[in-house]
C-alpha cells in the first residue's frame, strides 16, 4: 500500500498520478501520468449507471480505457467505489448495477445491457474528477509539526492579514445528526484558504493541518489567527466549527460571513434545488456563476465523502451489497491520506468562492426598505444577518440548564398514566374480541383490523382488509401455547373486527383506513379518556339525555347507547395514548439525553436561519416545538430553570403578526382596534356581528373586565362568555385570513359549506377593506416579479405562475400573502435580540439570551437585577429599530421573572 503520509511531496504526487492514471481512447480524455511511448494494456466494460436526472444522461454506451498496472477487476479513480458512489447518478440505478469495475479484455465478458449504458461524457467526467482531485493536492501545504505551524501563522496574521479566510474542520467522534458539537467530537484537521494570491510556499495557497497526528499543540499555533478580531474569516455552517474550536479553548472572532446564511438570503427557496449544503451550492451553475479566478483556474465544486470513499458493503458470501458504507473520518485520514487532504482542503476552497460568488451576487441585488433604496443586500447582511449569525452561536453556546431530575419524575408519570390508558382501551376491547386484551395498541395493522376489518382498499380492491389476523406479540404473561412445552418468546392473537360499518374518511397513501391520532380524535369525538368499565353509574343509562355532538363517529357506528358512548370513551383513552407516547419520545426521554447536553449539563439545540420565511427554526433538540400549554401535561417547561442566584426572563410580543398586518394594510380598523387595546379577538367579532355589537352598546356584556379590589366577577358577562362560538370564529379569522386561508379552507375547518364560510369571510373584510386590497397588490407583485417582500427589505423568489399548475399556483398566492406578515414578524424578532444583545446595561448586569421561541425571548441572569433587566428587555423589544418602532402600531410585550421557563409563561 502507498504511504500517503510521505514527507517528500514530489515522491507522493508522482504515487498518487500513477496510481490513479488514465486515458480514454474512444474519446480522447489527456494522458493524466502514463509514460511516453508505452502503451498501457487496453480495458474495457465499465459500466456507469443510467440516470433518469433531468441533470444526467439519459443514456450510455460502452468505452474502453488504457492505464498502467490495471489489476484484476481493478476500478478507477480514487478509490474501489468512486464511480457507483458518485451522487451525480440515480441511487436506484447505482443498485440495479452489480459492479462497476475495470476488467481486462476477455472474450468471455457478455455483451449485456450494462455494457451499452456507457456513456462518453460520464466517462469524461470520471477523469475530470481525477484530475481536479490532483489541482488541488498541488495547491495544499500540509503542516504537520510546530515549526511549519508559527511560518505559516505568521503570514496569515501579517502578510496576508488584509485577506479574507475561508475556514473549515473534519470532526470524528461525533454524530452530527444527534450531537450537538458543544462539548462533541475532535478535530482531525482543518483547511484555510486564502485566495490564489496568497503563497505559503512553493505557491501553495491552502493550508491544511494535521491535527490527527500532529496534535493539539498545532491546532492551538493558530490562536493567534482565529482569535485575532481583525482578520476576516468566512465559513460554511460556523456554529458547528465555532463550537469545536471553542471545545480545545480557542475562541473565534472576526466572523466575516456564513455563507449557508448568504445563500439563504439570496435565495431563500431552495429546497427544490438541492438546498444549502456546499456541495449542493458549489455544483450550481446559478449560484456559482459571478465567480471568476483570477487564474484563469477551473472552478471546482464541492464533491461529497461518499462520492470520494464509499464503498459498498460486503456480503456473508462475499459479494458486493448495495448498502455504500464510509470508513471513519480518521481512518480515511490515515489510509487514504492524499484523496482525504484534497477532499478536506477542498471546503475551505469552495467556501472562499462561494462566499466571492454570493457577495457579488448581494452585491448587485438593491437592498429596497420604506420604497427606497437602501443599499445592496449585501449591505443588508452587514448591518442584520452578520450579527445576528454571531449572536446565535453565542446563544448556542450558552445553552439552557434543565432539571433532568424533574423530567426522569414525568417521565415515570407518563409511562404509568400511558398504561393506565392502553389496559382502559384493552379492557373495553376485550368486551367484543378476546384476544384484544393482549394486543400491540400501537400497533396500526392490529389496530385497522378491529375497527376495519373485512373493509375495502380505496385503491386496491384485491387488496381488502380480512376479517380476521392473527399476530405474533410479546408472550409477556408467559402463557404456553398449545404444542409447546416452556413459554415462547411471542405468542399467536387472532384479532377480528369489532364492527359493521365503521365509516372514516381519512385513508393511508396505500388506500386503507388511517388509524393516525387524527383519525382516532374523529371516531373518539370530544369525550373524556377516564372511564372505569367496572362502574355501572359513570354513564347515564340509554334513556337519560346526553350531548350527542360530543360523541365522535364511533358513537353511530356502535348503535349509539350506552355502547356507543363506551366506544367513544374508550377510543379517547386510545388517543390519550398516542398523545402521551408523543410527550415521553418527543420531549421527556431526548431531554435527557447527553447528546444534546455539555459538560455543564444546560442543553445546546441548534438554531438556524433555515426558513423561506426568515423565521428561525431549531434542532437537536427544536426546543421551538414545545406542547402547547393547554397540552402539556407533564409541564415540560418546568424543567428549564435558571442557574442558583440566577432567573429566566421570559418576554413575548402580543398578536405580533396581526399587528404587523395592520401597518402593512395600513388597516384603519385594525390600527384602531390595537390603539384601543384589550381583547383584539373580542372586538373583532363585535366588528363582523352586528348583535354582538348592539349588545355591546347597551352593556349587556363587556368587551373586557379589570377587577377592581374585592372584586370576584363582572357585572355582566364577558363577550367571549357569552358569544363563544362567534368569538372563536372571529380568532380563526384573524388569524387564518393574515395566512392567507380561503372560504374553502376554512370551510374544512368549520365542517360548514363553502358559502356559508364565504358569508363568514366576508363578514371579517366588511370593515378590513384595506386587507383585501393589500392581499391582492401582494398576489399581482409575486405574479410580476417572481417575488415579495418584507418589512427589512428580504425577498421571497417564486416560480413564475405561468409555469405552474393551478394547485402550485394557489400556493404561491398563499404564500404571497404570509411571507410579508410572517417574514416581517421575524425582522422585528431578530431586530429586538440585536437591541437585547448590544444593550451597554443588560451586559453590565451580567443578562444573556439564551432562546428564541418564535415572538419569544429567554434571557438569564442575576435574580438580584431581574426587575431592572425586564424593563430594559420591554424597552428593547418596543422599539427595536436602533431604539425606534418604524410601524404605526404599538408593539405589545408582555414579560414575568421567575425560576422556570414554565413558571414565567
Known amino acids: 500500500m502507498i504511504d500517503w503520509r510521505a514527507r517528500n511531496h514530489h515522491h507522493c504526487i508522482q504515487l498518487l498520478r500513477k496510481k490513479f492514471s488514465l486515458k480514454c481512447v474512444d474519446v480522447g480524455i489527456p494522458n493524466l501520468g502514463y509514460k511516453e511511448n508505452v502503451s498501457p494494456p487496453r480495458v474495457s466494460n465499465v459500466h456507469f449507471p443510467r440516470s433518469r436526472s433531468k441533470d444526467n444522461f439519459n443514456s450510455g454506451r460502452s468505452g474502453s480505457y488504457t492505464r498502467h498496472d490495471v489489476p484484476r477487476n481493478g476500478t478507477l479513480l480514487l478509490n474501489e467505489q468512486l464511480l457507483q458512489a458518485d451522487e451525480s447518478f440515480n441511487e436506484n440505478e447505482i443498485n440495479k448495477v452489480d459492479q462497476f469495475s475495470v476488467k481486462p479484455d476477455t472474450d468471455d465478458y457478455e455483451d449485456n445491457d450494462k455494457s451499452k449504458i456507457i456513456k462518453e461524457e460520464r466517462i469524461t467526467h470520471c477523469a475530470t474528477v481525477n484530475e481536479k482531485l490532483l489541482r488541488i493536492y498541488d495547491k495544499v501545504i500540509v503542516v504537520d509539526n510546530v515549526s511549519l505551524a508559527k511560518k505559516v501563522v505568521g503570514l496569515l496574521t501579517e502578510k496576508y492579514r488584509h ?20 462539548d462533541h467530537g475532535e478535530i482531525i484537521c482543518f483547511s484555510i484558504y486564502s485566495g490564489p494570491e496568497a503563497d505559503f510556499g512553493d505557491g501553495k495557497s491552502c493550508i491544511w493541518v494535521d491535527v490527527l497526528d500532529g496534535g493539539v499543540d498545532l491546532l492551538k499555533e ?16 460556523y456554529s458547528f466549527d465555532r463550537h469545536i474550536i471553542l471545545n480545545y479553548g480557542l475562541k473565534v472572532s472576526g466572523f466575516h460571513a456564513d455563507t449557508m ?16 449544503s456546499l456541495e449542493a451550492l458549489t455544483s450550481d451553475a446559478r449560484v456559482m456563476s459571478r465567480t471568476k479566478s483570477s487564474t484563469g483556474e477551473d472552478l471546482i465544486g464541492k464533491f461529497s465523502m461518499k462520492t470520494i470513499f464509499g464503498k459498498r458493503k460486503i456480503k456473508k458470501d462475499g459479494s458486493e451489497g448495495k448498502i455504500i458504507t464510509i470508513a471513519p473520518v480518521e481512518e480515511l485520514q490515515k489510509e487514504e491520506r492524499v484523496p482525504w487532504i484534497c477532499y478536506s482542503a477542498l471546503d475551505s476552497i469552495s467556501t472562499l468562492k462561494l462566499f466571492k460568488s454570493l457577495e457579488s451576487k448581494l452585491m448587485a441585488k438593491d437592498w429596497n426598505l420604506e420604497g427606497r433604496i437602501k443599499g445592496s443586500m449585501f449591505d443588508f447582511y452587514e448591518k442584520y444577518w452578520r450579527p445576528f449569525g454571531e449572536l446565535l452561536v453565542k446563544m448556542e453556546a450558552e445553552g439552557m440548564l434543565v432539571d433532568r431530575t424533574y423530567l426522569s419524575e414525568m417521565e415515570k408519570l407518563a409511562t404509568a398514566e400511558q398504561g393506565v390508558a392502553k389496559n382502559r382501551f384493552r379492557l373495553w376491547a376485550s ?9 400491540n395498541v400501537g400497533s396500526d395493522a392490529q389496530l385497522r383490523q378491529l375497527f376495519f376489518g373485512g373493509i375495502y382498499n380505496r385503491k386496491d380492491p384485491n387488496q381488502d ?29 387472532e384479532l377480528h373486527n369489532i364492527v359493521e360499518g365503521m365509516e372514516t374518511e381519512m385513508f393511508t397513501s396505500s388506500g386503507r ?15 373524556s379518556a377516564k372511564y372505569d368499565w367496572n362502574d355501572e353509574e359513570i354513564l347515564p343509562s340509554n334513556g337519560e339525555d346526553v350531548d350527542a355532538s360530543l360523541f365522535g363517529t364511533a358513537y353511530t ?14 377510543i379517547a383513552a386510545l388517543c390519550e395514548v398516542c398523545s402521551i407516547d408523543s410527550l415521553i419520545s418527543n420531549f421527556l426521554i431526548p431531554l435527557q439525553s447527553s447528546a444534546i447536553s455539555g459538560k455543564d449539563g444546560r442543553i445546546h439545540c441548534s438554531l438556524n436561519i433555515n426558513t423561506e420565511t426568515g423565521r428561525l427554526s431549531a434542532r437537536r433538540p427544536n426546543l421551538q416545538n414545545q406542547p402547547a400549554l393547554e397540552k402539556d401535561r407533564y409541564k415540560i417547561r418546568q424543567a428549564f430553570i435558571a442557574a442558583p442566584g440566577n432567573s429566566l426572563i421570559v418576554a413575548d410580543y402580543g398578536q405580533l403578526e396581526l399587528r404587523i398586518l395592520a401597518h402593512l394594510a395600513n388597516c384603519r380598523s385594525m390600527l384602531d382596534a390595537f390603539e384601543a387595546g384589550g381583547d383584539f379577538h373580542s372586538r373583532t367579532a363585535m366588528n363582523m356581528y352586528s348583535h354582538i355589537r348592539e349588545a355591546v352598546d347597551q352593556k349587556q356584556v363587556l368587551l373586557e373586565w379589570h377587577p377592581e379590589p374585592g372584586e370576584d366577577k363582572p357585572p355582566v358577562p364577558l363577550l367571549k362568555d357569552k358569544f363563544g362560538s362567534e368569538r372563536r370564529k372571529a380568532k380563526m379569522l384573524n388569524f387564518s385570513i393574515a395566512y392567507g386561508k380561503t372560504p374553502v379552507g376554512l370551510a374544512r375547518d368549520w365542517k360548514v359549506s363553502v358559502e356559508e364560510a364565504k358569508e363568514t369571510v366576508d363578514l371579517w373584510y366588511k370593515e378590513r377593506k384595506e386587507v383585501l386590497r393589500w392581499q391582492r397588490e401582494r398576489k399581482r407583485e409575486a405574479k410580476i416579479n417572481n417575488c415579495v417582500h418584507t418589512l427589512l427589505g428580504r425577498a421571497r423568489m417564486f416560480p413564475s405562475m405561468d409555469t405552474v399548475s393551478n394547485a402550485q399556483r394557489g400556493h404561491i398566492e398563499r404564500a404571497a400573502i404570509n411571507t410579508p406578515v410572517q417574514g416581517s414578524a421575524a425582522d422585528v424578532a431578530m431586530c429586538a435580540m440585536l437591541e437585547i444583545s448590544k444593550n451597554p446595561r443588560l451586559k453590565e448586569l451580567g443578562w444573556r439570551l439564551l432562546l428564541q421561541v418564535h415572538d419569544e425571548v429567554i434571557l438569564e441572569g442575576p435574580s438580584m437585577s431581574a426587575e431592572e433587566a425586564k424593563a430594559i428587555v420591554v424597552e428593547c423589544m418596543a422599539k427595536p429599530f436602533d431604539g425606534k418602532n418604524i410601524l404605526n402600531v404599538d408593539l405589545a410585550v408582555d414579560a414575568k421573572c421567575a425560576q422556570s421557563w414554565y413558571a414565567a409563561k
Open 163 to 182: 485577506l479574507v479566510h475561508a475556514c473549515d474542520t473534519e470532526v470524528a467522534k461525533i454524530d452530527v445528526k444527534e450531537e450537538t458539537p458543544v
Open 222 to 237: 493558530f490562536a493567534l489567527f482565529f482569535e485575532d478580531p481583525l482578520i476576516k474569516k468566512v465559513w460554511h455552517n
Open 261 to 276: 446564511h448568504m445563500a439563504r438570503l439570496w435565495d431563500s427557496s431552495r429546497r427544490l434545488e438541492g438546498g444549502y
Open 431 to 439: 368486551k367484543y374480541c378476546s384476544d384484544a386484551l393482549h394486543m
Open 465 to 493: 382488509l380480512p376479517k380476521e389476523r392473527k399476530f405474533k406479540v410479546p408472550n409477556v404473561d408467559k402463557v404456553i401455547e398449545e404444542g409447546k412445552k416452556v413459554p415462547t418468546k411471542f405468542r399467536t392473537i
Open 513 to 527: 383506513p388511517s388509524v393516525s391520532g387524527d383519525a382516532l380524535k374523529i371516531l373518539a369525538g370530544k369525550v
Open 557 to 570: 357506528a356502535f348503535g349509539s347507547g350506552k355502547e356507543g358512548r363506551e366506544a367513544c370513551h374508550a
